[in-house]
């Protein structure tokens, strides 16, 4: 029983473009998002997250998008730039990030300079 | 201000043995998650401590031990090493939410 899904294994987008990952999600427990960037040999490094009581959040190029009803969430980075290639996270938790944190299986974003 | 280490980097161990894996976490952090990360895979959650008691614990079997001390330091135990047991291993450290990661401990079981 998968609660968090990342769809799409890997994504290509040109350098200077917008890259869109997407995540759903099932347990309307889940109160906490996050996303995370892995480079391989390395732990994930947190990048943003967002609480259930808002829709959107940014830090610098990168927005956070929450859609309650949808259960969907959406990573955008504007603009893609060589070092955002890495694999990304989507992960979700309840009490607000306090409890463990369940994640999707990650999608490979390849920026094509 | 340090970030989360763990120790070792990597490890290779045979099956029927025994490992600890060690964690440090971030200052001020009071919480420690640990994670199992499969090839291909995302982070599966195996346990969390927060104030050296556990918090929670995900499915895995009781050969996956742990403890926290009171510097909020955590160790990973592993008995009865199984093939099925090699992975990356993650500690995650936190205060109040956002969970930060180590670079991870890599277990080859042979």
């Not at chain 1, 290509?12 to 427990?29: A, H, K, P």
């Not at chain 1, 732990?43 to 997250?49: E, V, Y």
């Not at chain 2, 290779?12 to 490992?19: E, L």
Request: charged share 15%; hydrophobic share 30%.
């Amino acid at each position: 029983d998968q609660q968090v899904k990342q769809n799409s294994p890997s994504l290509s987008v040109q350098e200077g473009r917008i890259s869109i990952l997407n995540c759903d999600y099932t347990n309307s427990m889940f109160d906490y998002f996050l996303w995370y960037k892995k480079y391989p040999a390395e732990g994930p490094t947190f990048l943003i997250s967002i609480s259930s009581i808002k829709d959107k959040n940014e830090d610098g190029r990168f927005t956070v998008f929450l859609n309650k009803s949808a259960k969907h969430l959406s990573l955008h980075i504007v603009p893609s730039q060589p070092g955002d290639s890495a694999v990304y996270f989507c992960a979700a938790s309840g009490n607000f990030g306090n409890e463990k944190l369940t994640f999707g299986t990650g999608t490979r974003l390849t920026i094509i300079p | 201000e340090t970030g989360v280490t763990q120790s070792p980097t990597h490890l290779i161990k045979t099956r029927g043995q025994q490992v600890t894996l060690r964690c440090s976490s971030q200052s001020g952090h009071n919480t420690v998650s640990w994670y199992q990360q499969a090839l291909g895979q995302g982070p599966q959650f195996i346990f969390q401590y927060y104030r050296e008691e556990e918090n929670g614990r995900g499915n895995f079997p009781p050969r996956f031990s742990g403890l926290q001390f009171p510097n909020y330091s955590s160790e990973l135990n592993v008995n009865a090493l199984e093939l099925d047991d090699s992975a990356l291993y993650l500690c995650a450290s936190s205060r109040a939410g956002t969970q930060y990661f180590g670079p991870g401990t890599r277990l080859l079981v042979l």
